[in-house]
């Protein structure tokens, strides 16, 4: 299937060190979102990126959460010196723009 | 961003209708009502979408009110699969405003 792809899945750090989560978003689809949901808890938006510019980073929680997104496609979200609070399951979804999101499944980060 | 405002938690029994409520008293002309709903263990899938009229898939319906200031998703016939949160967001139309909130949703259990 051709669906939103999410890697790595399931990741363990311990505090201090630095994550990178990435994500193949369907072809063609232009937009691109990161969420992450902390355990029993709703969607919190991270960023949103149109192409390979972001128009809105209003979610990242701090200067240690940045994003990038090349060629239109691939994304990676990089948390630099994880936190326990960073502990959560980080969600990515890609739209055709105008179109319904469609979600991965998600990677989800443990920080010791 | 326009806040839509749902219950925190609903039952229902199986093979039974189900309507859940969405509140959203501050809808602007150009804002979209889109349904998501969230599985166990999985991230957040479409549901269905509408701006003015009742609209109608595979999956369910939304009656949105003649105000638009609240609407109602229908799950004509409630399975077991269908136990979820669900989420109703509102999505502006113009480009550049293309943050979607998710709130905290409706957890939907489906006694058997």
């Known amino acids: 299937g051709a669906g939103v792809s999410q890697s790595p899945s399931n990741k363990v750090t311990e505090k201090g060190k630095d994550v990178e989560l990435r994500c193949d978003p369907i072809?063609?689809?232009?937009?691109l979102y990161w969420y992450r949901q902390s355990l029993g808890q709703g969607l919190e938006f991270l960023i949103y990126f149109q192409g390979n510019s972001a128009p809105d980073k209003s979610g990242l929680p701090s200067d240690r959460f940045s994003a990038e997104r090349t060629g239109g496609s691939v994304s990676t979200l990089t948390i630099q010196r994880t936190q326990q609070e960073d502990s959560a399951v980080y969600l990515c979804?890609?739209?055709?723009?105008?179109?319904?999101?469609?979600f991965g499944e998600g990677s989800r980060l443990t920080v010791l | 961003d326009a806040k839509t405002t749902q219950p925190n938690s609903m039952e229902s029994n199986e093979e039974e209708p189900v309507h859940l409520p969405c509140n959203h008293s501050t809808i602007s002309g150009t804002d979209y009502i889109h349904w998501y709903r969230q599985l166990p263990s999985q991230g957040p899938e479409y549901v269905i979408h509408?701006?003015?009229s009742n609209v109608n898939n595979r999956m369910a319906s939304l009656a949105i009110a003649e105000d638009r200031k609240s609407s109602t998703l229908i799950l004509h016939r409630a399975t077991l699969r269908d136990a979820a949160v669900y989420y109703c967001i509102l999505r502006d139309t113009y480009f550049g405003n293309e943050k979607l909130t998710f709130g905290t949703g409706t957890r939907l259990t489906i006694i058997p």
């Open positions: 509408g701006l003015t």
């Open positions: 979804a890609s739209t055709p723009y105008t179109g319904e999101l469609f």
């Open positions: 072809s063609g689809h232009t937009a």
